[in-house]
Antibody, heavy 118, light 110 residues
Framework: QITLKESGPTLVKPTQTLTLTCTFSGFSLSTSGVGVGWLRQPPGKALEFLALVYWDDDKRYSPSLKSRLTITKDTSKSQVVLTMTNMDLVDTATYYC??????????WGQGALVTVSS | QSVLTQPPSVSAAPGQNVTISCSGS????????VSWYQQIPGTAPKLLIY???KRPSGIPDRFSGSKSGTSATLGITGLQTGDEADYYC???????????FGGGTKLTVL
């Protein structure tokens, strides 16, 4: 059974850096074709792709947010970490991590609501 | 503004059938597999359809997917009140090098 869980701060101030950790089980990020990514959903709005890291450490980022994002993996800990710099009010959203196979987001974490406010 | 285009809402009565469209371009739907996700308010998205028309285990065959050119369609037959949710299409965009989604469609079962 595959599970993922997001952890991190629920409240950050504008200009601060957000660090979120995804801890997963039921699969290995060293298996060929496997990836773990981050997506987000502002309140009442659509899903948005943020970043993805593959088993071979290949990384992909949203073009519009690439300068602010860093994704890293720790295979031994079954964790993937996302950092987002210079947080703004518009970054308030539920942040999800998800397990990606070769073509789709198969399994999702429960999500973590992050509010940006001074 | 989402890369993929979906109707904001659809509605139908219990027992009826409904389709939800998803329109893209040659760099996304035209080149990559399409997935569909169901999101009940307050919960995480759940994979319904992957690789255009495949259902994960546990997803009833009332849900189906198809793709033609740069468009895809989700079909739901025999609507149930429990199907009320937001539905999102998603795929990969080769020009952006990133995942993309539709704006979501709210399904109301009257």
């Amino acid at each position: 059974q595959i599970t993922l869980k997001e952890s991190g701060p629920t409240l950050v101030k504008p200009t601060q850096t957000l660090t979120l950790t995804c801890t997963f089980s039921g699969f290995s990020l060293s298996t060929s074709g496997v990836g773990v990514g981050w997506l987000r959903q502002p309140p009442g709005k659509a899903l948005e792709f943020l970043a993805l890291v593959y088993w071979d450490d290949d990384k992909r980022y949203s073009p519009s947010l690439k300068s602010r994002l860093t994704i890293t993996k720790d295979t031994s800990k079954s964790q993937v970490v996302l950092t987002m710099t210079n947080m703004d009010l518009v970054d308030t959203a539920t942040y999800y991590c998800a397990h990606r196979g070769r073509t789709t987001w198969h399994n999702w974490g429960q999500g973590a609501l992050v509010t940006v406010s001074s | 503004q989402s890369v993929l285009t979906q109707p904001p809402s659809v509605s139908a009565a219990p027992g009826q059938n409904v389709t939800i469209s998803c329109s893209g371009s040659t760099s996304n739907i035209g080149k990559s597999f399409v997935s569909w996700y169901q999101q009940i308010p307050g919960t995480a998205p759940k994979l319904l359809i992957y690789e255009n028309n495949k259902r994960p285990s546990g997803i009833p065959d009332r849900f189906s997917g198809s793709k033609s050119g740069t468009s895809a369609t989700l079909g739901i037959t025999g609507l149930q009140t429990g199907d009320e949710a937001d539905y999102y299409c998603g795929t990969w965009d080769s020009s952006l090098g990133a995942g993309v989604f539709g704006g979501g469609t709210k399904l109301t079962v009257l």
